[in-house]
C-alpha cells in the first residue's frame, strides 16, 4: 500500500491540534551568522496574525539562546511578527523550569550574558568563568557562546567533577541562516567537555522531552494536541514524533523537499508544507 503524500494535510491528526509551537531560524526567518541581520520568510506574518486574530495559541522555540526571551521577541515585533514576550521561548526558559524544580540553586554559565537571564529571573545564582566561586556550582549550563576559550572549558570540567551536572541549550551541529547552514557553538564546546568528563548531559532545548512539555503547559494543552512546525528532520520533527505531537515540516531550512520525502522513522513529519500559509487552509 503506498503512503498518503507528505504534502497532502493529515486531516485526523490536524483535528487534535490545540496550540502551534513553531522554530524560528528556517520556519519564520533567516538571520544572518552573526544574528545581527534577519529576513523574514514569506507567509510568516500572515499565519501569526491569523492564529492571534483567530484565538489560537501559539509559541515560538528557538533553540537559539543569545538572547532573552523577552528581548528576542520585541526583536520580532520590530520585523512585524506579532510575538508577545510571554509566547517567545528559549532552551534557557526550559533550563530555568528544569533546574528549578530539580532544586539548582547555583549554575555556571558557559554562554553570553543574555544566556544565564532566564535562570536569575528564576532564582537562580548565576557565575561565569573566571568569577568567585565558579566551580562552586550544581550545575553547568552550555548556551550561544562564540567567544568560549579553554579556559571556559576548563572551568566546566572541574565543575563536573566537583559534582555539577550538565545542561545543554542546543545539542544540533548546525541551524539555517542566510547564507546557507552556520556551525552550533554548544555542540562544539559540549564535544570538548564530554570528552574530558564523560559526564553525561540534560538537554533543553529541541528535541528534548523537556521542550516538548514546557511548550505544552505554556500553551494549556496536552503535549498531544501540540502542533510542531520546524525545518529540521533531526529537531523539530523527531521532538513531535517522539512526544506524540503532530510534525510538520517546511522546506525553507536546512531541509528541502526531496530530502523530507526520503525522511524515515521519527524524522518523518506528518506533513510537508509547501508554503507556511498552507496551515491557514486546515484551520
Known amino acids: 500500500m503506498s503512503r498518503r ?23 519564520l526567518l533567516l538571520s544572518d551568522r552573526s544574528l545581527g541581520g534577519y529576513e523574514v520568510l514569506p507567509g510568516a506574518v500572515q499565519v501569526l496574525e491569523t492564529l492571534t486574530r483567530r484565538g489560537l495559541p501559539f509559541v515560538v522555540l528557538t533553540n537559539g539562546s543569545a538572547y532573552p526571551p523577552a528581548q528576542q521577541a520585541a526583536k520580532l515585533r520590530g520585523l512585524g511578527l506579532p510575538v508577545p514576550d510571554d509566547r517567545m521561548l528559549t532552551p534557557s526558559s526550559v533550563t530555568a523550569d528544569v533546574m528549578a524544580r530539580r532544586g539548582v540553586r547555583r549554575a555556571l554559565i558557559l554562554g553570553s550574558r543574555g544566556v544565564g537571564h532566564a535562570l536569575q529571573e528564576a532564582g537562580i545564582d548565576v557565575v561565569h568563568p573566571g568569577e568567585p566561586r565558579d566551580r562552586e556550582v550544581q550545575a553547568v549550563y552550555v548556551g550561544w557562546h562564540p567567544e568560549c576559550n579553554m579556559k571556559d572549558i576548563e572551568a566546566a570540567c572541574e565543575a563536573i567533577w566537583a559534582g555539577a551536572a550538565l545542561y545543554v541549550a542546543s545539542d544540533v551541529p548546525f541551524f539555517a541562516t542566510k547564507q546557507g547552514r552556520s556551525m552550533g557553538y554548544s555542540y562544539a564546546i559540549v564535544g570538548a567537555i564530554r570528552r574530558m568528563t564523560k559526564a553525561p548531559m540534560v538537554i533543553t532545548g529541541k528535541p528534548s522531552m523537556h521542550a516538548l512539555g514546557y511548550v505544552a503547559r505554556k500553551l494549556g494543552v496536552p503535549r498531544t494536541a501540540v502542533g510542531v512546525i520546524g525545518d529540521d528532520p533531526a529537531v523539530e520533527i523527531q521532538m513531535a514524533r517522539r512526544g506524540g505531537a503532530v510534525a510538520m515540516a517546511v522546506t525553507t531550512g536546512v531541509t528541502d523537499a526531496a530530502m523530507w520525502a526520503a525522511a524515515q522513522g521519527t524524522s518523518r513529519p506528518d506533513w510537508v508544507l509547501e508554503r507556511l500559509t498552507d496551515l491557514l487552509t486546515q484551520l
Do not use: E, H, K, N
Not at 497532502?8 to 520556519?27: E, I, K, Q
Open 5 to 27: 503524500p507528505l504534502t497532502a494535510p493529515p486531516v485526523r491528526a490536524l483535528a487534535r491540534v490545540r496550540g502551534y509551537m513553531f522554530d524560528l531560524d528556517g520556519t
